[in-house]
């Protein structure tokens, strides 16, 4: 099994920037495709941001050219940089990882951590 663990999220003025790291441990050999995603309450988990093993990145709409997603096989850590932060990116950002394991697929979740732009 594969353990996420997020940090840096915070509060921001609106135009500010943060940057989310997320560590992997566990069976991470099997991990490959890592990303972020958010919530508000009563909504929904939406996808922010994947990025492959091999470094092919995707982005929901809302973030591209103002989020930034790499990933750092060696360390086994995944980022997000966030630009340009808007009061409407106010969420629980959670990290994500699927691992193949030959036969099926799995995914973990890390606890989140809280992102708060402030107006």
């Known amino acids: 099994q594969v353990q996420l663990v997020e940090s840096g999220g915070g509060l921001v003025q609106a135009g500010g920037s943060l940057r989310l790291s997320c560590a992997a441990s566990?069976?991470?050999?099997?991990?490959?495709?890592m990303g972020w995603y958010r919530q508000t309450p009563g909504k929904q988990r939406d996808l922010v941001a994947t990025?492959?093993?091999?470094?092919?990145?995707n982005y929901a709409d809302s973030a591209k050219g103002r989020f930034t997603i790499s990933r750092d096989n060696a360390k086994n850590t995944v980022a997000l940089r966030m630009d340009d932060l808007k009061p409407e990116d106010t969420a629980v950002y959670y990290c994500?990882?699927?691992?193949?394991?030959?036969?099926?697929?799995?995914?973990?979740w890390g606890r989140g951590t809280q992102v708060t732009v402030s107006s």
């Open positions: 994500n990882a699927w691992s193949d394991y030959g036969g099926y697929e799995s995914d973990a």
């Open positions: 566990g069976n991470i050999a099997r991990i490959y495709v």
């Open positions: 990025i492959t093993k091999s470094g092919n990145t």
